[in-house]
C-alpha cells in the first residue's frame, strides 16, 4: 500500500487501528477502528475507490440486509453514512478465525464441532431465507468461531432479496466458484436449495478434508460441480456415520428440488443426528477453540445430556407411587 493509500487515522468517529483486509469479495476495504465514545473496537467496511455502481449497490445492500434482519448468527451493523463521498458502515468486531483458517490449521474438524458450527450457519440461513434473501456465497472464510464458541455467518455483499431479482443480472455468475451450487454455476435463478449445497460441500470438506469437486482451475471446478459424483462421506470419515453421509449427500443433489428445500428441514435432520447430546454448543466449541490455541489435539466428543438428581428423584417417586396403587387395587380385589 502506497502512502497516498494509507488510511486515514480516522474513519468518521472511528479511530483507525490498522487495515485488516477485503470485503465484499474483495470489493471493499475493512479497518480494525476503536470506537472511543462506547470504548470498544469495530470494523469498519468502506467502499473502494473507483468502484463502479454494482459494487456500490451490493454494498447498500449488504448495509440494509444486516440491519434489517437482526439476528444472533449475523454481525450487527451500528452505523452506515458517507465517507468522502463513499460509502462506509461500522459493524461489530468479532474476536475469532475463520472455519477456513480451522480447516488449513487441522485439516479435519471434528464430526461434532462440524455438526455445531453447520446447526448455527443453517439457523441463520434459515432466518435470511424467511426473509426471503439468498446469502449465495457460504464458504469456509465467511464463517467465523469466536475464542467464547459463538459462530457468525458473514459477508451479504452477494446476497439477494427473492423479491427483488432485478439487482442480478440474469444469466451472471455471482459468488465463489468453489461452492456454487450447480444452478448458482449456470447462471439460473438460485433459492434457499443453493444455499443448502454450499453448506453441505464445506460440511463434507471440514470433516472429510477433502472438496470433491475442486480442480486445478476454476472452470475445471465448475465442470465437476455440474457433473461429478460424490463419495459417500462415511467412506473417506467412517465417525461421521451413514445418516449425516446421507443428509450431506441430499445436500449436494445436482437439481435443487431433490435437496433440503429450506433451513427448516436441513435443521430437522440435523436435530436428529444430535439429538440426546449436551445443548451448549458454545461451551463445546469455546473448548474445541482452546485447544486449538494452544496446538493440542481435540479428542472429547460432544456429551450426552446428563439427567439432574432432581429428574432422577421424582421419576422414582413416580415409578414408586404406581406400584403402590397397583398393590392397593391387588388386596382390595382378594379382599372383595
Excluded at 437482526?70 to 458517507?82: E, K, N, Q, S
Excluded at 463513499?86 to 464430526?111: H, K, S, Y
Excluded at 445443548?279 to 494452544?294: F, K
Amino acid at each position: 500500500m502506497q502512502n497516498s493509500e494509507l488510511p486515514a487515522a480516522a474513519l468518521g468517529p472511528y479511530r483507525v487501528l490498522e487495515p485488516i483486509g477485503q470485503g465484499l469479495g474483495g470489493m471493499g476495504e475493512l479497518f480494525l477502528c476503536y470506537d472511543p465514545s462506547l470504548d470498544r473496537k469495530v470494523v469498519v467496511k468502506r467502499v473502494p475507490q473507483g468502484a463502479n455502481e454494482e459494487i456500490v449497490q451490493r454494498f447498500h445492500r449488504e448495509a440494509a440486509l444486516l440491519s434489517g434482519v437482526a439476528h444472533p448468527g449475523y454481525p450487527h451493523v451500528y452505523r452506515f453514512w458517507m465517507l468522502d463521498g463513499r460509502p462506509a458502515m461500522a459493524m461489530q468486531f468479532i474476536d475469532g478465525v475463520t472455519l477456513r483458517e480451522l480447516m488449513d490449521l487441522r485439516r479435519n474438524i471434528p464430526v461434532d464441532v462440524m455438526l455445531l458450527v453447520a446447526q448455527t450457519v443453517a439457523e441463520a440461513l434459515r432466518h435470511a431465507h424467511l426473509h426471503e434473501i439468498i446469502h449465495r456465497d457460504v464458504k469456509p472464510a465467511n464463517i467465523m468461531i469466536t475464542h467464547s464458541g459463538q459462530v457468525f455467518l458473514l459477508d451479504f455483499g452477494v446476497a439477494r432479496l427473492e423479491v427483488n431479482s432485478e439487482l442480478t443480472i440474469p444469466g451472471s455468475v455471482v459468488g465463489t466458484t468453489a461452492y456454487m451450487a450447480p444452478e448458482q454455476a449456470r447462471g439460473e435463478t438460485v433459492g434457499p436449495p443453493a444455499d443448502l449445497f454450499s453448506l453441505g460441500l464445506l460440511t463434507y470438506e471440514a470433516i472429510s478434508g477433502h472438496h470433491p469437486f475442486r480442480k486445478d482451475g476454476p472452470e475445471a471446478t465448475l465442470s465437476a460441480i455440474l457433473t461429478d459424483p460424490v463419495k459417500p462421506l462415511w467412506m473417506l470419515a467412517p465417525r461421521s456415520g451413514r445418516r449425516l453421509s446421507r443428509l450431506l449427500a441430499d445436500c449436494l443433489q445436482k437439481k435443487a428440488a431433490k435437496r433440503p428445500q429450506d433451513g427448516t428441514e436441513f435443521l430437522q435432520r440435523l436435530d436428529g443426528l444430535l439429538a440426546g447430546k449436551s445443548s451448549d454448543r458454545e461451551a463445546y466449541l469455546a473448548s474445541y477453540m482452546a485447544t486449538v490455541r494452544q496446538g493440542k489435539p481435540f479428542v472429547s466428543e460432544l456429551p450426552r445430556r446428563t439427567v439432574s438428581g432432581w429428574t432422577w428423584f421424582l421419576g422414582g417417586l413416580g415409578t414408586g407411587l404406581v406400584l403402590l396403587l397397583a398393590l392397593f387395587l391387588l388386596l382390595r380385589g382378594g379382599a372383595l
